[in-house]
């Protein structure tokens, strides 16, 4: 089993920084790539930002320049630097992996999912 838990959420003024963290653990044999989804209340889980294995990186263009993703391969652990908060962040946001694990002698890619935390931007 593969298990990613979510920290680092909470409430936030306009204007500050919240940083986000994913940790991934259970049976990985390799990890194509991590990434934060978000979803507000009424709306679709959007994409945030990513990061592959390689280190290429995706951002939404809402959060651009405010927002920075990094992982750390070694631990199996993925980041969200949020800074320049809008109230129009507000959202739950999700960790997800495309983990690689191995069957026999054949990797096979899954996705998972985080339980979410929350991030609320208000005054």
């Known amino acids: 089993q593969v298990q990613l838990v979510e920290s680092g959420g909470g409430l936030v003024q306009p204007g500050g920084s919240l940083r986000l963290s994913c940790a991934a653990s259970?049976?990985?044999?390799?990890?194509?790539?991590m990434g934060w989804y978000r979803q507000a209340p009424g709306k679709q889980r959007e994409l945030v930002a990513l990061v592959t294995s390689g280190g290429v990186t995706n951002y939404a263009d809402s959060v651009k320049g405010r927002f920075t993703i990094s992982r750390d391969g070694a631990k199996n652990m993925a980041y969200l630097q949020m800074n320049s908060l809008k109230p129009a962040d507000t959202a739950v946001y999700y960790c997800h992996a495309r983990i690689g694990r191995l069957n026999l002698d054949v990797v096979e890619e899954y996705d998972y999912w985080g339980q979410g935390t929350q991030v609320t931007v208000s005054s």
């Open positions: 259970g049976s990985i044999f390799s990890i194509h790539a």
